[in-house]
């Protein structure tokens, strides 16, 4: 199985600006990138930008994952809500680097206590593809039941 998403970029790095034209779902179309959107804009309006697309991959995936793992145990959720924070910062030698991502899970489960439901999602975290993907980077976790 294979993904794609197409992105067009015009110009320098700081000058420059582009546009991540589609994700092959088409759920993500004609979105602004640029240098203000990544580094300058925190209130996040902008446009998108690498990290934030990664954020909704990590948020998503380890969301589906504890759902799956939750269903295997008889105990389906009846909500998650997932968050992931990227940590981007300036990097030794110049540049910038992501640190981290920290994963904010609250979930409504019947049938089951929140020491159970953390050890649930402890597990997710670790099988979640994304997570494992993003290996070189410190991953954390706080679950909880809402």
Not at 26 to 52: C, I, M, V
Not at 75 to 86: D, G, H, Q, W, Y
Not at 118 to 131: G, H, T
């Amino acid at each position: 199985m294979k993904r794609y998403a197409n992105v067009i970029w015009n110009g320098s790095l700081t000058k420059g600006s582009g546009t991540l034209v589609e994700t092959q779902s088409q759920a993500l179309r004609d979105l602004p990138l640029g240098f203000k959107a990544r580094f300058e804009d925190e209130s996040g309006r902008a446009g998108t930008n690498p990290e934030e697309l990664i954020a909704a991959a990590h948020a998503s995936c380890i969301a589906m994952q504890l759902a799956h793992l939750l269903a295997e145990n008889g105990t389906p959720a009846e909500s998650l809500e997932s968050k992931a924070e990227i940590d981007l910062q300036p990097a030794e030698g110049g540049g910038f680097e992501i640190r981290g991502s920290a994963i904010t899970m609250v979930g409504k489960v019947a049938g089951l206590d929140e020491d159970q439901f953390k050890e649930i999602a402890a597990k997710a975290k670790e099988i979640c593809p994304v997570s494992k993907a993003l290996g070189a980077i410190d991953v954390t976790l706080d679950a909880r039941f809402s």
